[in-house]
């Protein structure tokens, strides 16, 4: 695998790392949404790792990241519609997207 395309898929793991770093283990709705500075660290590690997926597509389109379209869409409506942002479409982003990325993302970096 091209040293760039892994580079990429490190930086999407180290996000999704911070997510899960930033939510603790207690993850907990009513936290996430009354706590701002909480909400845009989340914001920002999905909108890296849609910048990173959608580099990893530019470089080699045939690179299976299952939802590839899906995660650049959410860092364009992150980045571009931040005041339309819906905090439930976040937290089950969070909740059933997000553990299911980093398996496959797991995958790819072996």
């Known amino acids: 695998m091209q040293h760039e ?4 898929l490190h930086d999407i ?8 770093e930033y939510l603790g283990d207690n993850r907990d709705f009513k936290e996430y949404k009354t ?10 590690e999905l909108e890296i790792i849609g910048e990173a997926t959608n580099r990893i597509l530019k470089i080699d389109s ?3 990241i299952p939802d ?4 650049v869409d959410l860092r364009n409506w992150v980045i571009h519609r931040y005041d339309k942002v819906d905090d439930i479409i976040i937290w089950g982003i969070i909740l059933k ?14």
């Not at 395309?5 to 990429?8: A, E, P, R, S, T």
């Not at 706590?35 to 920002?44: A, S, T």
Request: without cysteine; hydrophobic residues 35%.
């Open 13 to 20: 793991k180290e996000s999704i790392d911070s997510i899960y």
């Open 97 to 110: 997207d997000i553990p299911r990325l980093r398996e496959q993302i797991d995958k790819l970096i072996k």
């Open 68 to 71: 590839s379209r899906r995660i």
């Open 35 to 44: 706590n701002k500075l909480l909400r845009r660290g989340v914001e920002r």
């Open 62 to 64: 045939s690179i299976e």
């Open 5 to 8: 395309i892994l580079k990429h």
